[in-house]
């Protein structure tokens, strides 16, 4: 069992309080652009709730508009590793806890994810103080219940890490009849004004909704922009053009600027769909 590690700092540790603060964010959540109807992968942010739950709850509350997600049997939800610790690319074959209950893992896809190569390891250090795949959970307990769960966390994010995870994932589930969904976990810019934090972002977004893997991965690094998962995302963007998705949509964009009234140094969040 992961036990949860960052309830009560970035989330409430009371199941009431916290039941109730998604909830809220979730019916606070409106979007109209965005068709989420065959939607298999999205983008959500991870910081403190009180700064970018909201932004979540815009992705979480899609997911609840889409039928590939609906009737997936497991979500793999893939983020950053902020620590160092544990293997390049480290898949949980454990169960995680929350303050909203067990989220069960699916140990077989997990065993099968890990065995496509060995540059992919079943390793739990890597996710022992690692708060990018916690965050999601609460809000997946409220909104996908039951679903079982692969955690994966990339410390290696090069684009031929994001290209072999992708590829493992989708070999995993038709070898073993699964129908999967895909939550990239990343927060966008961080620590440069809200206007400076926006002026790139937008051009990692654009990319993004043209679903161009590689012209995300060069503008990340041309423009030295410090979105953190920027391999989940790619993992995203493969899988969903694998299956068939034509673009990518921008639920929801914000900063911690919004929450602090500091707009001189801000963490940026987005979460997104493909369609």
């Excluded at 977004?205 to 998962?229: F, P, T, V």
Aim: hydrophobic content about 40%.
């Amino acid at each position: 069992m992961r036990d949860q590690a960052f309830a009560g700092s970035f989330y409430s540790s009371k199941p009431r309080d916290l039941s109730s603060f998604i909830s809220e964010a979730i019916a606070g959540a409106n979007d109209t652009r965005c068709n989420a109807t065959n939607s298999v992968s999205f983008v959500a942010p991870h910081a403190g709730y009180i700064y970018s739950g909201r932004t979540a709850a815009y992705a979480y509350k899609a997911m609840l508009n889409s039928n590939r997600m609906l009737n997936s049997d497991t979500v793999v939800i893939l983020g950053p590793n902020h620590t160092g610790l544990g293997e390049a690319i480290s898949v949980s074959k454990t169960d995680w806890r929350t303050p909203l209950g067990v989220v069960r893992n699916d140990m077989e896809m997990a065993a099968a994810i890990a065995g496509y190569d060995n540059g992919i390891s079943i390793d739990e250090m890597a996710h022992a103080d690692e708060h990018s795949i916690e965050v999601q959970l609460p809000f997946l307990q409220s909104t996908l219940k039951n679903k079982r769960i692969v955690p994966i966390c990339m410390g290696d994010q090069s684009l031929r890490a994001s290209r072999l995870v992708s590829e493992a994932i989708s070999k995993a589930g038709k070898k073993l009849g699964r129908n999967i969904g895909i939550i990239a976990s990343s927060d966008f810019n961080h620590y440069e004004s809200a206007e400076e934090a926006q002026k790139k972002d937008m051009k990692l977004i654009e990319a993004i909704e043209k679903i161009d893997y590689m012209r995300l991965n060069i503008l990340a690094k041309e423009l030295d922009d410090s979105a953190c998962g920027i391999g989940p995302i790619t993992v995203a963007m493969l899988f969903a053009l694998e299956h068939s998705a034509k673009k990518g949509c921008m639920l929801k964009y914000s900063n911690s600027g919004e929450v602090t009234g500091d707009n001189s140094s801000v963490v940026a969040y987005s979460s997104i769909l493909f369609e």
